[in-house]
Protein backbone atom coordinates (compact mmCIF):
# COMPACT_ATOMS: atom_id res chain seq x y z
CA UNK A 1 0.00 0.00 0.00
CA UNK A 2 1.35 3.58 -1.20
CA UNK A 3 1.06 6.22 1.60
CA UNK A 4 -1.04 9.37 0.48
CA UNK A 5 1.45 12.01 1.13
CA UNK A 6 1.16 14.85 3.15
CA UNK A 7 1.58 17.55 0.77
CA UNK A 8 1.13 17.43 -3.18
CA UNK A 9 1.67 20.15 -5.11
CA UNK A 10 0.71 19.49 -8.96
CA UNK A 11 1.49 21.83 -12.08
CA UNK A 12 0.95 24.92 -9.78
CA UNK A 13 1.03 28.60 -10.98
CA UNK A 14 0.18 31.47 -9.28
CA UNK A 15 0.72 35.25 -10.75
CA UNK A 16 0.64 38.90 -9.43
CA UNK A 17 -0.46 40.82 -11.77
CA UNK A 18 1.59 40.41 -14.58
CA UNK A 19 4.53 39.29 -12.44
CA UNK A 20 4.65 34.94 -13.04
CA UNK A 21 5.74 33.96 -9.57
CA UNK A 22 5.18 30.00 -10.16
CA UNK A 23 4.95 28.28 -13.13
CA UNK A 24 4.17 24.52 -13.16
CA UNK A 25 5.85 23.84 -9.38
CA UNK A 26 5.62 20.39 -8.77
CA UNK A 27 6.61 17.92 -5.35
CA UNK A 28 5.32 16.06 -3.16
CA UNK A 29 6.18 15.43 0.61
CA UNK A 30 6.12 12.17 2.37
CA UNK A 31 4.70 11.39 5.72
CA UNK A 32 7.40 11.40 8.48
CA UNK A 33 9.39 13.54 6.42
CA UNK A 34 11.22 16.76 7.59
CA UNK A 35 11.61 18.88 4.71
CA UNK A 36 12.75 22.53 3.96
CA UNK A 37 12.18 25.12 1.93
CA UNK A 38 15.16 27.10 0.56
CA UNK A 39 15.50 29.77 -2.15
CA UNK A 40 16.48 33.56 -2.17
CA UNK A 41 14.34 36.30 -1.41
CA UNK A 42 11.54 36.77 -3.97
CA UNK A 43 11.70 33.07 -5.72
CA UNK A 44 7.69 32.61 -4.16
CA UNK A 45 8.74 30.87 -0.72
CA UNK A 46 6.18 33.18 1.43
CA UNK A 47 3.69 32.61 -1.70
CA UNK A 48 4.16 29.25 -1.84
CA UNK A 49 3.46 28.97 2.23
CA UNK A 50 0.78 30.77 1.83
CA UNK A 51 -1.03 28.73 -0.63
CA UNK A 52 0.05 25.70 1.59
CA UNK A 53 -1.50 27.31 4.80
CA UNK A 54 -4.98 27.88 2.71
CA UNK A 55 -4.37 31.44 2.74
CA UNK A 56 -4.05 32.25 -0.74
CA UNK A 57 -5.82 30.05 -3.58
CA UNK A 58 -3.42 29.11 -6.82
CA UNK A 59 -4.52 30.70 -10.35
CA UNK A 60 -4.29 26.93 -11.50
CA UNK A 61 -2.82 23.64 -10.63
CA UNK A 62 -3.05 21.56 -8.03
CA UNK A 63 -1.99 21.76 -3.63
CA UNK A 64 -3.39 19.14 -1.43
CA UNK A 65 -2.40 18.98 1.90
CA UNK A 66 -2.76 15.59 3.96
CA UNK A 67 -5.53 14.65 1.28
CA UNK A 68 -7.37 17.80 0.57
CA UNK A 69 -7.42 21.05 -1.08
CA UNK A 70 -5.30 23.67 0.96
CA UNK A 71 -7.39 26.62 0.06
CA UNK A 72 -10.81 24.48 0.99
CA UNK A 73 -9.70 22.66 4.40
CA UNK A 74 -12.46 20.58 6.49
CA UNK A 75 -12.02 21.44 10.16
CA UNK A 76 -10.89 18.15 10.45
CA UNK A 77 -8.09 18.51 8.48
CA UNK A 78 -7.62 21.68 9.91
CA UNK A 79 -6.92 20.08 13.01
CA UNK A 80 -4.21 18.21 11.66
CA UNK A 81 -1.83 20.78 10.78
CA UNK A 82 -0.19 22.93 13.48
CA UNK A 83 0.60 26.69 11.88
CA UNK A 84 3.71 28.51 12.97
CA UNK A 85 3.30 31.85 10.83
CA UNK A 86 6.27 34.41 10.50
CA UNK A 87 6.96 36.51 13.59
CA UNK A 88 5.45 33.99 16.04
CA UNK A 89 1.94 35.07 15.76
CA UNK A 90 -0.27 34.64 18.89
CA UNK A 91 -3.03 36.19 20.30
CA UNK A 92 -1.18 38.41 22.43
CA UNK A 93 -4.06 39.74 24.36
CA UNK A 94 -4.37 36.22 26.01
CA UNK A 95 -2.19 35.03 28.96
CA UNK A 96 -0.26 32.04 29.05
CA UNK A 97 -2.96 29.82 31.11
CA UNK A 98 -5.58 32.00 28.87
CA UNK A 99 -4.01 30.56 25.72
CA UNK A 100 -3.66 27.30 27.06
CA UNK A 101 -7.39 27.05 28.13
CA UNK A 102 -8.31 28.54 24.61
CA UNK A 103 -6.33 26.45 22.33
CA UNK A 104 -7.15 23.07 24.09
CA UNK A 105 -11.07 23.25 23.38
CA UNK A 106 -10.04 22.96 19.62
CA UNK A 107 -8.12 19.79 19.48
CA UNK A 108 -8.92 16.78 21.17
CA UNK A 109 -5.45 14.90 21.32
CA UNK A 110 -4.87 18.27 22.69
CA UNK A 111 -1.62 17.75 25.15
CA UNK A 112 -1.23 19.85 27.90
CA UNK A 113 1.85 18.16 29.44
CA UNK A 114 3.27 18.96 26.09
CA UNK A 115 2.86 22.84 26.40
CA UNK A 116 3.73 23.08 29.90
CA UNK A 117 6.92 21.28 29.45
CA UNK A 118 8.12 23.93 27.01
CA UNK A 119 6.33 27.11 28.21
CA UNK A 120 7.12 26.30 31.87
CA UNK A 121 11.30 26.54 30.81
CA UNK A 122 10.37 30.14 30.38
CA UNK A 123 9.62 30.84 34.32
CA UNK A 124 7.30 33.13 34.04
CA UNK A 125 3.71 33.40 35.58
CA UNK A 126 0.79 31.97 33.80
CA UNK A 127 -0.85 34.90 33.98
CA UNK A 128 1.87 36.61 32.31
CA UNK A 129 0.26 37.94 28.86
CA UNK A 130 1.58 37.67 25.57
CA UNK A 131 2.04 40.88 24.47
CA UNK A 132 4.64 41.25 27.43
CA UNK A 133 7.16 38.54 25.88
CA UNK A 134 10.15 38.69 24.06
CA UNK A 135 10.14 37.37 20.68
CA UNK A 136 12.13 34.30 21.92
CA UNK A 137 9.55 33.65 25.02
CA UNK A 138 6.57 34.31 22.08
CA UNK A 139 8.05 31.46 20.10
CA UNK A 140 8.09 29.34 22.84
CA UNK A 141 4.49 29.71 23.55
CA UNK A 142 4.08 29.02 20.15
CA UNK A 143 5.70 26.59 19.11
CA UNK A 144 4.38 25.01 22.57
CA UNK A 145 0.91 25.55 21.65
CA UNK A 146 1.10 23.67 17.98
CA UNK A 147 3.05 20.41 19.36
CA UNK A 148 0.13 20.44 22.25
CA UNK A 149 -2.46 19.85 19.49
CA UNK A 150 -0.54 16.63 18.39
CA UNK A 151 -0.65 17.75 14.56
CA UNK A 152 0.37 15.01 12.11
CA UNK A 153 1.54 17.93 9.54
CA UNK A 154 3.57 21.37 11.32
CA UNK A 155 4.04 24.22 8.38
CA UNK A 156 6.95 26.79 9.85
CA UNK A 157 6.98 29.83 8.18
CA UNK A 158 10.55 31.52 9.19
CA UNK A 159 10.59 30.15 12.56
CA UNK A 160 14.08 31.94 13.23
CA UNK A 161 12.48 35.48 12.27
CA UNK A 162 13.65 37.89 15.46
CA UNK A 163 15.59 34.64 17.38
CA UNK A 164 18.66 35.09 19.16
CA UNK A 165 20.87 32.02 18.41
CA UNK A 166 19.72 30.55 21.98
CA UNK A 167 15.88 30.94 21.42
CA UNK A 168 16.67 29.26 17.73
CA UNK A 169 18.84 26.11 18.91
CA UNK A 170 15.93 25.79 21.96
CA UNK A 171 13.30 26.14 19.05
CA UNK A 172 15.11 24.14 16.23
CA UNK A 173 15.94 20.99 19.19
CA UNK A 174 12.60 20.81 20.63
CA UNK A 175 10.91 20.69 16.82
CA UNK A 176 13.35 17.87 15.87
CA UNK A 177 12.77 15.90 18.97
CA UNK A 178 8.92 16.32 18.95
CA UNK A 179 8.69 16.12 14.57
CA UNK A 180 11.01 12.40 15.62
CA UNK A 181 9.54 10.71 17.90
CA UNK A 182 5.90 11.83 16.89
CA UNK A 183 6.64 10.64 13.37
CA UNK A 184 5.33 14.32 12.17
CA UNK A 185 5.29 15.81 8.57
CA UNK A 186 7.53 19.05 9.18
CA UNK A 187 7.53 21.90 6.01
CA UNK A 188 9.72 24.35 7.19
CA UNK A 189 11.85 27.99 5.70
CA UNK A 190 14.06 29.58 7.67
CA UNK A 191 16.62 32.78 6.32
CA UNK A 192 19.08 30.50 8.70
CA UNK A 193 20.00 27.70 6.28
CA UNK A 194 22.49 26.29 8.56
CA UNK A 195 19.89 25.36 10.90
CA UNK A 196 18.39 23.53 7.60
CA UNK A 197 21.07 21.07 7.84
CA UNK A 198 20.51 19.99 11.80
CA UNK A 199 16.63 19.69 11.17
CA UNK A 200 16.10 18.27 7.64
CA UNK A 201 15.86 15.39 6.16
CA UNK A 202 15.20 16.72 2.63
CA UNK A 203 15.64 20.00 0.83
CA UNK A 204 13.39 21.73 -1.84
CA UNK A 205 15.53 24.80 -3.67
CA UNK A 206 13.98 26.96 -5.80
CA UNK A 207 15.48 29.26 -8.28
CA UNK A 208 13.54 32.08 -10.10
CA UNK A 209 12.78 30.72 -13.30
CA UNK A 210 14.47 27.12 -12.94
CA UNK A 211 13.12 23.81 -12.27
CA UNK A 212 12.62 22.86 -8.68
CA UNK A 213 14.65 21.05 -6.88
CA UNK A 214 13.89 17.98 -4.58
CA UNK A 215 16.15 16.19 -3.20
CA UNK A 216 17.25 14.15 0.44
CA UNK A 217 19.81 16.62 2.20
CA UNK A 218 22.49 13.81 1.92
CA UNK A 219 21.83 13.25 -1.65
CA UNK A 220 21.83 17.21 -1.97
CA UNK A 221 25.33 17.53 -0.57
CA UNK A 222 27.13 14.45 -1.69
CA UNK A 223 25.62 15.08 -5.40
CA UNK A 224 26.37 19.27 -5.65
CA UNK A 225 30.05 19.94 -5.37
CA UNK A 226 32.38 22.97 -5.51
CA UNK A 227 35.71 23.14 -6.92
CA UNK A 228 38.10 26.04 -6.11
CA UNK A 229 40.56 27.25 -9.37
CA UNK A 230 43.25 29.21 -8.39
CA UNK A 231 43.46 33.03 -9.93
CA UNK A 232 44.54 33.65 -13.29
CA UNK A 233 42.57 30.16 -14.79
CA UNK A 234 40.20 31.89 -17.07
CA UNK A 235 41.20 34.44 -19.44
CA UNK A 236 38.03 35.26 -20.98
CA UNK A 237 34.32 35.45 -20.01
CA UNK A 238 32.83 33.06 -17.19
CA UNK A 239 30.45 30.63 -18.61
CA UNK A 240 26.91 31.06 -17.82
CA UNK A 241 25.14 29.38 -15.15
CA UNK A 242 22.96 26.04 -15.76
CA UNK A 243 25.30 24.63 -18.39
CA UNK A 244 27.11 22.02 -18.32
CA UNK A 245 28.48 23.45 -15.59
CA UNK A 246 25.57 24.72 -12.78
CA UNK A 247 27.59 27.74 -11.97
CA UNK A 248 31.36 29.57 -12.37
CA UNK A 249 31.67 32.50 -9.93
CA UNK A 250 35.41 34.53 -9.00
CA UNK A 251 36.19 35.59 -6.45
CA UNK A 252 37.23 38.93 -5.30
CA UNK A 253 40.71 37.46 -4.97
CA UNK A 254 40.67 35.93 -8.46
CA UNK A 255 40.21 32.43 -7.33
CA UNK A 256 37.67 30.69 -9.42
CA UNK A 257 35.07 28.59 -7.46
CA UNK A 258 33.03 25.78 -9.43
CA UNK A 259 29.64 24.15 -8.58
CA UNK A 260 28.37 21.56 -10.26
CA UNK A 261 26.69 18.02 -10.32
CA UNK A 262 29.67 16.24 -11.79
CA UNK A 263 32.76 14.31 -10.60
CA UNK A 264 35.82 16.12 -11.12
CA UNK A 265 37.15 14.58 -14.21
CA UNK A 266 33.44 15.56 -15.70
CA UNK A 267 34.05 19.15 -14.56
CA UNK A 268 37.79 19.59 -15.88
CA UNK A 269 36.09 18.26 -19.17
CA UNK A 270 33.42 21.04 -19.06
CA UNK A 271 36.18 23.68 -18.13
CA UNK A 272 38.66 22.94 -20.53
CA UNK A 273 35.21 23.19 -23.14
CA UNK A 274 34.65 26.65 -21.69
CA UNK A 275 38.35 28.11 -22.09
CA UNK A 276 38.92 27.83 -18.33
CA UNK A 277 42.54 25.98 -17.39
CA UNK A 278 41.58 23.57 -14.88
CA UNK A 279 45.38 22.91 -13.22
CA UNK A 280 44.97 22.99 -9.67
CA UNK A 281 41.50 22.25 -9.17
CA UNK A 282 40.58 21.27 -5.78
CA UNK A 283 37.50 19.98 -4.47
CA UNK A 284 36.26 21.21 -1.19
CA UNK A 285 34.57 20.39 1.59
CA UNK A 286 30.52 22.43 1.44
CA UNK A 287 28.69 23.37 4.56
CA UNK A 288 24.42 23.27 3.36
CA UNK A 289 24.23 27.51 3.50
CA UNK A 290 27.40 27.42 0.82
CA UNK A 291 25.80 24.65 -1.42
CA UNK A 292 22.64 26.54 -1.38
CA UNK A 293 24.21 30.03 -2.15
CA UNK A 294 26.44 28.11 -4.62
CA UNK A 295 22.67 26.91 -6.06
CA UNK A 296 21.07 29.66 -6.27
CA UNK A 297 24.31 32.33 -6.64
CA UNK A 298 24.90 35.51 -4.50
CA UNK A 299 23.10 38.14 -6.51
CA UNK B 1 -18.70 28.62 20.01
CA UNK B 2 -17.91 28.67 23.68
CA UNK B 3 -14.15 28.97 22.99
CA UNK B 4 -14.81 31.98 20.17
CA UNK B 5 -17.43 33.48 23.14
CA UNK B 6 -14.37 33.01 25.56
CA UNK B 7 -11.59 34.73 23.40
CA UNK B 8 -13.93 37.76 22.55
CA UNK B 9 -14.28 37.99 26.59
CA UNK B 10 -10.48 38.21 26.67
CA UNK B 11 -10.01 40.73 23.83
CA UNK B 12 -12.51 42.72 24.61
CA UNK B 13 -13.04 42.92 28.54
CA UNK B 14 -11.41 46.16 29.48
CA UNK B 15 -12.44 47.90 26.50
CA UNK B 16 -16.43 46.63 27.66
CA UNK B 17 -15.55 47.27 31.21
CA UNK B 18 -14.54 51.10 29.88
CA UNK B 19 -17.97 51.49 27.92
CA UNK B 20 -19.90 50.07 30.55
CA UNK B 21 -18.85 52.63 32.77
CA UNK B 22 -19.08 55.21 29.99
CA UNK B 23 -22.91 54.27 29.62
CA UNK B 24 -23.33 54.16 33.58
CA UNK B 25 -21.95 57.72 33.32
CA UNK B 26 -24.11 58.75 30.21
CA UNK B 27 -27.39 57.62 31.72
CA UNK B 28 -27.18 59.52 35.10
CA UNK B 29 -26.11 62.69 33.12
CA UNK B 30 -29.15 62.19 31.12
CA UNK B 31 -31.26 61.80 34.16
CA UNK B 32 -29.58 64.90 36.36
CA UNK B 33 -29.39 67.25 32.94
CA UNK B 34 -33.50 66.62 32.22
CA UNK B 35 -34.41 66.99 36.61
CA UNK B 36 -32.08 70.22 36.46
CA UNK B 37 -34.50 71.81 32.91
CA UNK B 38 -37.49 70.52 35.10
CA UNK B 39 -36.17 72.63 37.66
CA UNK B 40 -35.46 75.58 36.65
CA UNK B 41 -37.99 75.75 33.92
CA UNK B 42 -41.76 75.63 34.52
CA UNK B 43 -43.29 72.53 33.55
CA UNK B 44 -46.15 73.89 31.29
CA UNK B 45 -42.75 75.34 29.09
CA UNK B 46 -40.98 71.82 28.97
CA UNK B 47 -44.35 70.51 27.63
CA UNK B 48 -44.51 72.96 25.03
CA UNK B 49 -41.40 72.66 23.77
CA UNK B 50 -41.44 68.72 23.57
CA UNK B 51 -45.15 68.70 22.27
CA UNK B 52 -45.16 71.98 19.94
CA UNK B 53 -41.35 73.05 18.99
CA UNK B 54 -40.73 69.38 18.68
CA UNK B 55 -37.28 70.15 21.04
CA UNK B 56 -36.13 66.23 21.85
CA UNK B 57 -34.97 66.40 25.38
CA UNK B 58 -32.55 62.94 24.91
CA UNK B 59 -31.24 63.78 22.02
CA UNK B 60 -27.90 63.91 24.08
CA UNK B 61 -28.18 60.05 22.74
CA UNK B 62 -28.55 60.34 19.39
CA UNK B 63 -25.16 59.66 18.47
CA UNK B 64 -24.06 57.45 21.83
CA UNK B 65 -24.97 54.11 19.79
CA UNK B 66 -23.27 54.87 17.09
CA UNK B 67 -19.77 55.68 18.77
CA UNK B 68 -20.54 52.30 20.92
CA UNK B 69 -21.08 50.17 18.06
CA UNK B 70 -18.22 51.83 15.86
CA UNK B 71 -15.93 51.47 19.24
CA UNK B 72 -17.07 47.61 19.59
CA UNK B 73 -16.46 46.96 15.93
CA UNK B 74 -12.69 48.46 15.96
CA UNK B 75 -11.82 46.70 19.56
CA UNK B 76 -13.32 43.45 18.26
CA UNK B 77 -11.62 43.58 14.65
CA UNK B 78 -8.45 45.26 15.02
CA UNK B 79 -6.13 43.53 16.83
CA UNK B 80 -7.15 40.06 14.31
CA UNK B 81 -6.57 42.35 11.49
CA UNK B 82 -2.75 43.62 13.14
CA UNK B 83 -0.23 41.22 11.35
CA UNK B 84 -2.60 39.46 10.11
CA UNK B 85 -3.55 37.83 13.19
CA UNK B 86 -7.22 37.22 11.28
CA UNK B 87 -4.66 34.29 9.92
CA UNK B 88 -5.14 32.17 13.27
CA UNK B 89 -8.83 32.23 13.80
CA UNK B 90 -8.71 31.45 10.40
CA UNK B 91 -7.00 27.76 10.64
CA UNK B 92 -8.83 27.49 13.97
CA UNK B 93 -11.00 23.66 13.06
CA UNK B 94 -14.39 25.39 12.00
CA UNK B 95 -16.15 26.85 8.88
CA UNK B 96 -15.44 30.42 7.52
CA UNK B 97 -19.05 31.14 7.88
CA UNK B 98 -19.81 29.76 11.07
CA UNK B 99 -16.56 30.95 12.55
CA UNK B 100 -17.73 35.01 11.20
CA UNK B 101 -21.04 34.61 11.83
CA UNK B 102 -19.86 33.15 15.75
CA UNK B 103 -17.69 36.78 16.13
CA UNK B 104 -20.49 38.88 14.40
CA UNK B 105 -22.92 37.27 17.02
CA UNK B 106 -20.56 37.77 20.14
CA UNK B 107 -20.16 41.47 19.33
CA UNK B 108 -23.88 41.76 18.79
CA UNK B 109 -24.72 40.64 21.57
CA UNK B 110 -22.43 42.55 23.91
CA UNK B 111 -23.14 46.35 21.60
CA UNK B 112 -27.51 45.36 22.50
CA UNK B 113 -26.38 44.91 26.16
CA UNK B 114 -25.32 48.97 25.82
CA UNK B 115 -27.89 49.72 23.53
CA UNK B 116 -30.65 48.23 26.13
CA UNK B 117 -28.59 49.83 29.03
CA UNK B 118 -29.45 53.09 27.09
CA UNK B 119 -32.85 52.41 26.01
CA UNK B 120 -33.80 51.77 29.96
CA UNK B 121 -32.16 54.72 30.97
CA UNK B 122 -33.78 56.32 28.81
CA UNK B 123 -37.12 54.97 29.98
CA UNK B 124 -36.34 55.88 33.28
CA UNK B 125 -35.32 59.19 32.49
CA UNK B 126 -38.59 59.64 30.50
CA UNK B 127 -41.09 58.16 32.81
CA UNK B 128 -39.85 59.81 36.08
CA UNK B 129 -40.63 63.56 34.32
CA UNK B 130 -43.08 63.06 31.66
CA UNK B 131 -46.35 61.16 31.38
CA UNK B 132 -46.01 57.60 30.38
CA UNK B 133 -47.26 57.73 26.62
CA UNK B 134 -43.63 60.13 26.29
CA UNK B 135 -41.77 56.59 26.66
CA UNK B 136 -43.14 54.97 23.82
CA UNK B 137 -42.78 57.94 21.92
CA UNK B 138 -38.71 58.09 22.89
CA UNK B 139 -38.59 54.63 22.35
CA UNK B 140 -39.48 54.82 18.79
CA UNK B 141 -37.95 58.14 18.06
CA UNK B 142 -34.25 57.04 19.59
CA UNK B 143 -35.28 53.48 17.51
CA UNK B 144 -33.34 54.77 14.07
CA UNK B 145 -30.05 55.93 16.19
CA UNK B 146 -30.18 52.43 18.14
CA UNK B 147 -29.97 50.81 14.43
CA UNK B 148 -27.35 53.25 13.69
CA UNK B 149 -25.58 51.62 16.43
CA UNK B 150 -26.14 48.29 15.26
CA UNK B 151 -25.04 49.67 11.31
CA UNK B 152 -21.62 50.64 12.45
CA UNK B 153 -20.81 47.73 14.41
CA UNK B 154 -21.23 45.63 11.11
CA UNK B 155 -19.79 48.82 9.07
CA UNK B 156 -16.86 48.48 10.80
CA UNK B 157 -16.35 44.96 11.06
CA UNK B 158 -17.15 44.71 6.89
CA UNK B 159 -14.60 47.41 6.19
CA UNK B 160 -11.95 45.85 8.55
CA UNK B 161 -11.98 42.50 7.27
CA UNK B 162 -12.04 43.48 3.49
CA UNK B 163 -8.68 42.66 1.87
CA UNK B 164 -9.23 44.72 -1.14
CA UNK B 165 -8.48 48.48 -0.36
CA UNK B 166 -11.11 49.76 -3.25
CA UNK B 167 -14.20 47.25 -1.69
CA UNK B 168 -12.81 48.66 1.49
CA UNK B 169 -13.93 52.09 0.68
CA UNK B 170 -16.83 50.83 -0.86
CA UNK B 171 -17.62 49.11 2.41
CA UNK B 172 -17.04 51.90 4.29
CA UNK B 173 -19.22 54.69 1.99
CA UNK B 174 -22.13 52.01 1.91
CA UNK B 175 -22.36 51.61 5.70
CA UNK B 176 -21.69 55.58 6.25
CA UNK B 177 -24.52 55.68 3.93
CA UNK B 178 -27.03 53.45 5.98
CA UNK B 179 -25.69 55.58 9.24
CA UNK B 180 -26.70 58.57 7.61
CA UNK B 181 -30.13 57.10 6.33
CA UNK B 182 -30.92 56.56 10.46
CA UNK B 183 -30.07 59.78 11.38
CA UNK B 184 -31.77 61.48 8.46
CA UNK B 185 -34.49 62.73 10.57
CA UNK B 186 -34.28 64.57 13.99
CA UNK B 187 -38.11 64.64 14.53
CA UNK B 188 -40.69 62.67 17.08
CA UNK B 189 -40.84 58.89 15.75
CA UNK B 190 -39.82 60.15 12.45
CA UNK B 191 -39.27 56.60 11.40
CA UNK B 192 -41.85 55.05 12.75
CA UNK B 193 -43.58 53.44 9.16
CA UNK B 194 -39.97 52.73 7.50
CA UNK B 195 -38.31 50.65 10.81
CA UNK B 196 -38.72 47.68 9.26
CA UNK B 197 -37.33 48.25 6.32
CA UNK B 198 -34.19 50.40 7.81
CA UNK B 199 -33.55 47.27 10.10
CA UNK B 200 -33.55 44.87 7.32
CA UNK B 201 -31.41 47.20 5.51
CA UNK B 202 -28.70 47.25 8.45
CA UNK B 203 -29.21 43.49 8.73
CA UNK B 204 -28.16 42.96 5.35
CA UNK B 205 -24.72 44.48 5.92
CA UNK B 206 -23.81 41.15 8.54
CA UNK B 207 -23.94 38.59 5.86
CA UNK B 208 -21.69 41.02 3.48
CA UNK B 209 -18.71 40.00 5.72
CA UNK B 210 -18.99 36.67 4.79
CA UNK B 211 -17.91 37.93 1.28
CA UNK B 212 -14.65 40.05 2.84
CA UNK B 213 -13.59 37.08 5.05
CA UNK B 214 -14.00 35.08 2.19
CA UNK B 215 -11.48 37.50 0.12
CA UNK B 216 -9.48 37.60 3.02
CA UNK B 217 -8.47 33.99 3.43
CA UNK B 218 -8.29 33.56 -0.30
CA UNK B 219 -5.39 36.48 -0.45
CA UNK B 220 -7.25 38.63 -2.48
CA UNK B 221 -5.30 41.79 -2.86
Not at chain 2, 110 to 123: G, P, R, S
Request: proline share 5%.
Amino acid sequence: MTLQPAIEVDGLVHHYGAHRIHDGLSFSVAPGRILGLLGKNGVGKTTLIKILMGFLTPDAGRCRVLGAPSHALPAETKRQIGLVFEGHLAYDFMSIEEIERFTAQWYPKWRRDVFYDLVDRLQLPGTHRIRNMSEGQRSQVVLGLVMAQDPDLLILDDYTMGLDAGYRRLFLDYLVQCAREGNKTVFVTSHVVQDMERLVDDVILIRRGARVLQSSLPGFLSSFRRYELPPGAARGALPPPDGALHRVEMEADGRLEVFAFKDQPEVEAALREAGIDPTGITPQQMSLEDAFVGYTGKY
Amino acid sequence: MRAIAFKEWLKLRSWLGFMLAAHLVFAAWLYLSIRHQFRFEHAEMIYYQANHIGRIFYDDLRYIPLLTGALIGAAQFLPELLRGRLRLSLHLPMGLAPLVLAHLGIGLEALLVFLALDLAALAITIGSFFPAAFIGSALLTAAPWILAGIAAYFGVALTLLEPRRRYQAANLALSAGVVWLCHRSGQYQAYDLVLGGVAGLVLLLAPASLQAAHRFRNGEP
